[in-house]
């Protein structure tokens, strides 16, 4: 974890307020556990452990993670920091067939950048839900033993058939009525892989009748014959997440459990089921609590894990860590920073209340931590040649850039002004149209950092395209010289020598959809894409970034903030992509 604390903030959301009552009352001043979590030497030592905080971020490795799980982790090692807790990394991989190392290292490698670890003194807090799978089995034959669970052989259909309504009470299965030595001998041929998959559950015994359908008998235990990427074949039962979560927590010894509001109707089983388990001697008090806060609701994006997988399966986007994504690995290509997300997450707060957050928010944040943190540089997205043809053929001058206008201890840079230079098509206009104050014919403009000039004609191309701009520096107008303001001008243009540029690709990204809300009402999701979303340029650039080093961050001057690829730039030739434009470009 971080080693840097932040201070509390004054105004505390409702979860904070929760753990500074808790804290107050010493509610989690315990005995200590010596042994891991679910091994058989974890025990009651009977040394009292400080009144601290345990939270926990557990993604389920099954995808990427995502901007809404940063969120989430700010939240969970936030709030351990912030008090003096611990917050573990517990990855919840009860289920085999949709989970794999690769998405584990991803996950791991995004907490990471976003600031926080797992490790605290001499205390790993890094957890992988398998490794309490033999103490799982014990808590369900516990609970069978009890008369809390049992084995069902309905089909899926008919599961789902007698589990009733809304409005409506569910039946009992036909094998409910079964003793708990049966429970227990069809409960380990289950285990020891006498059934086939699907054939048939464990499920707790609670109430068909309950008016929240999570309570009517939930399934605990399925038959499922895959490998585990922790496990491997040890296993051909393997328990659902809603009855691994909550042991998990109470075996780690977790004080809050943070959790997002689809969640909120199942926290009278995780409060049943430790319960059950504390009464059978498995569990000590205090137990867990789960709380619930709204998710991220983000406009022009796409949270959901099954739309993220099937745009990265059939290719509409360049893999998880494409930079359109809303994946901490697309973000983080795209030049997003943590320092922004931070500032995003402390803006839109913490509430029980779902409301949608408009996108620009957050783009919001990444300028102003950029505008803070990046340096400023040149870049000629749209390239088009000005010749100065009263300037000395061959020579070269210094001019002189700020590395950062609000940073002037950062110093500045020296740029060759030559004959030939490089400027953006868009600065010169053959007959202006009201309000331009950029080169036209017969114009005078000034080059930023260098000399007043004035246009003295162009050429065209057979179609009649501008190919080359001609002008004349005007010699005692040098930017930083006595008398540079001798002559007024309101334009002001930037360039880039063409003798000392660097011809670099640029990637101009954008928006992966093109509508606030996805899909919304009976439309594909998919016809929603922004099909330009992503435009590759060649672009002239100012010869210092050509020794950019991957993820390093500038301000393209006039043209927004930009980061040196992490996955294609290479040593002498980096690429570019646009992480943000210098302003909302998407406001109506």
Same mark, same amino acid.
């Given at each position: 974890?971080?080693?840097?604390?932040?201070?509390?903030?004054?105004?505390?959301?409702?979860?904070?307020?929760?753990?500074?009552?808790?804290?107050?009352?010493?509610?989690?001043?315990?005995?200590?556990?010596?042994?891991?979590?679910?091994?058989?030497?974890?025990?009651?030592?009977?040394?009292?452990?400080?009144?601290?905080?345990?939270?926990?971020?557990?993604?389920?490795?099954?995808?990427?993670?995502?901007?809404?799980?940063?969120?989430?982790?700010?939240?969970?090692?936030?709030?351990?920091?912030?008090?003096?807790?611990?917050?573990?990394?517990?990855?919840?991989?009860?289920?085999?067939?949709?989970?794999?190392?690769?998405?584990?290292?991803?996950?791991?490698?995004?907490?990471?950048?976003?600031?926080?670890?797992?490790?605290?003194?001499?205390?790993?807090?890094?957890?992988?839900?398998?490794?309490?799978?033999?103490?799982?089995?014990?808590?369900?034959?516990?609970?069978?033993?009890?008369?809390?669970?049992?084995?069902?052989?309905?089909?899926?259909?008919?599961?789902?058939?007698? +589990?009733?309504?809304?409005?409506?009470?569910?039946?009992?299965?036909?094998?409910?009525?079964?003793?708990?030595?049966?429970?227990?001998?069809?409960?380990?041929?289950?285990?020891?892989?006498?059934?086939?998959?699907?054939?048939?559950?464990?499920?707790?015994?609670?109430?068909?009748?309950?008016?929240?359908?999570?309570?009517?008998?939930?399934?605990?235990?399925?038959?499922?014959?895959?490998?585990?990427?922790?496990?491997?074949?040890?296993?051909?039962?393997?328990?659902?997440?809603?009855?691994?979560?909550?042991?998990?927590?109470?075996?780690? +010894?977790?004080?809050?459990?943070?959790?997002?509001?689809?969640?909120?109707?199942?926290?009278?089983?995780?409060?049943?089921?430790?319960?059950?388990?504390?009464?059978?001697?498995?569990?000590?008090?205090?137990?867990?609590?789960?709380?619930?806060?709204?998710?991220?609701?983000?406009?022009?994006?796409?949270?959901?894990? +099954?739309?993220?997988?099937?745009?990265?399966?059939?290719?509409?986007?360049?893999?998880?860590?494409?930079?359109?994504?809303?994946?901490?690995?697309?973000?983080?290509?795209?030049?997003?920073?943590?320092?922004?997300?931070?500032?995003?997450?402390?803006?839109?707060?913490?509430?029980?209340?779902?409301?949608?957050?408009?996108?620009?928010?957050?783009?919001?944040?990444?300028?102003?931590?950029?505008?803070?943190?990046?340096? +400023?540089?040149?870049?000629?997205?749209?390239?088009?040649?000005?010749?100065?043809?009263?300037?000395?053929?061959?020579?070269?001058?210094?001019?002189?850039?700020?590395?950062?206008?609000?940073?002037?201890?950062?110093?500045?840079?020296?740029?060759?002004?030559?004959?030939?230079?490089?400027?953006?098509?868009?600065?010169?206009?053959?007959?202006?149209?009201?309000?331009?104050?950029?080169?036209?014919?017969?114009?005078?403009?000034?080059?930023?950092?260098?000399?007043?000039?004035?246009?003295?004609?162009?050429?065209?191309?057979?179609?009649?395209?501008?190919?080359?701009?001609?002008?004349?520096?005007?010699?005692?107008?040098?930017?930083?010289?006595?008398?540079?303001?001798?002559?007024?001008?309101?334009?002001?243009?930037?360039?880039?020598?063409?003798?000392?540029?660097?011809?670099?690709?640029?990637?101009?990204?954008?928006?992966?959809?093109?509508?606030?809300?996805?899909?919304?009402?009976?439309?594909?999701?998919?016809?929603?894409?922004?099909?330009?979303?992503?435009?590759?340029?060649?672009?002239?650039?100012?010869?210092?970034?050509?020794?950019?080093?991957?993820?390093?961050?500038?301000?393209?001057?006039?043209?927004?903030?930009?980061?040196?690829?992490?996955?294609?730039?290479?040593?002498?030739?980096?690429?570019?992509?646009?992480?943000?434009?210098?302003?909302?470009?998407?406001?109506?």
């Amino acid at each position: 974890m971080s080693s840097e604390k932040t201070p509390i903030p004054a105004a505390s959301n409702f979860i904070r307020a929760i753990i500074e009552k808790d804290l107050s009352q010493s509610k989690y001043a315990t005995k200590k556990w010596a042994g891991s979590p679910g091994d058989a030497a974890h025990q009651d030592t009977g040394i009292v452990d400080a009144a601290k905080i345990r939270t926990r971020f557990p993604p389920e490795p099954n995808g990427y993670l995502h901007i809404g799980h940063a969120k989430s982790i700010f939240l969970n090692f936030g709030l351990a920091r912030d008090f003096d807790g611990i917050c573990h990394l517990r990855f919840d991989d009860t289920n085999p067939e949709k989970e794999s190392q690769e998405y584990v290292d991803s996950i791991s490698d995004a907490v990471k950048w976003l600031g926080f670890g797992w490790d605290n003194a001499n205390e790993s807090n890094l957890y992988f839900a398998s490794n309490y799978f033999d103490f799982m089995y014990r808590a369900a034959e516990s609970l069978i033993e009890h008369g809390h669970a049992y084995v069902d052989e309905q089909s899926a259909d008919e599961m789902r058939i007698n +589990r009733g309504t809304l409005t409506e009470a569910g039946k009992d299965s036909p094998f409910r009525g079964r003793t708990v030595a049966e429970n227990l001998a069809r409960f380990r041929e289950m285990r020891d892989g006498k059934h086939a998959d699907g054939s048939m559950v464990l499920r707790a015994k609670i109430d068909m009748a309950s008016p929240n359908i999570n309570m009517r008998d939930p399934a605990i235990y399925r038959v499922r014959r895959a490998r585990h990427h922790n496990t491997g074949d040890q296993w051909c039962i393997y328990p659902m997440y809603t009855f691994a979560h909550p042991i998990e927590d109470a075996l780690e +010894r977790i004080t809050h459990s943070i959790c997002t509001l689809e969640f909120e109707d199942q926290r009278p089983f995780y409060d049943w089921l430790l319960e059950r388990l504390a009464e059978a001697g498995l569990l000590a008090h205090p137990l867990p609590k789960q709380y619930e806060f709204a998710r991220l609701n983000l406009t022009y994006v796409v949270l959901s894990k +099954r739309k993220l997988i099937q745009l990265v399966e059939e290719k509409h986007v360049n893999g998880w860590d494409d930079p359109r994504l809303p994946t901490i690995a697309g973000a983080r290509r795209r030049g997003y920073t943590a320092a922004g997300f931070k500032l995003f997450t402390d803006r839109i707060g913490v509430s029980k209340a779902d409301s949608w957050i408009e996108y620009s928010i957050l783009e919001d944040c990444m300028r102003e931590v950029l505008n803070t943190d990046a340096e +400023r540089r040149i870049a000629v997205l749209d390239p088009i040649k000005l010749v100065i043809d009263n300037y000395p053929e061959g020579q070269s001058e210094d001019c002189f850039a700020p590395n950062h206008p609000l940073k002037p201890e950062l110093g500045k840079r020296t740029v060759q002004l030559t004959k030939e230079l490089w400027i953006e098509r868009e600065d010169f206009m053959e007959t202006p149209s009201k309000g331009f104050f950029r080169l036209t014919s017969d114009g005078m403009v000034r080059l930023r950092y260098g000399y007043v000039v004035k246009c003295t004609g162009c050429e065209k191309d057979a179609d009649g395209n501008v190919t080359v701009v001609h002008c004349e520096y005007l010699p005692d107008t040098k930017s930083g010289t006595p008398g540079s303001d001798s002559v007024k001008v309101k334009g002001n243009i930037h360039w880039v020598s063409v003798a000392h540029a660097y011809e670099a690709e640029v990637r101009l990204y954008d928006r992966l959809f093109k509508e606030a809300h996805p899909g919304e009402g009976d439309r594909d999701f998919l016809d929603d894409i922004n099909q330009n979303s992503v435009q590759v340029i060649t672009t002239q650039l100012e010869l210092s970034l050509k020794d950019a080093k991957p993820e390093e961050s500038f301000q393209f001057e006039r043209h927004g903030y930009f980061v040196a690829d992490r996955k294609d730039s290479v040593a002498g030739k980096p690429v570019f992509n646009r992480t943000v434009t210098l302003k909302d470009a998407w406001q109506k």
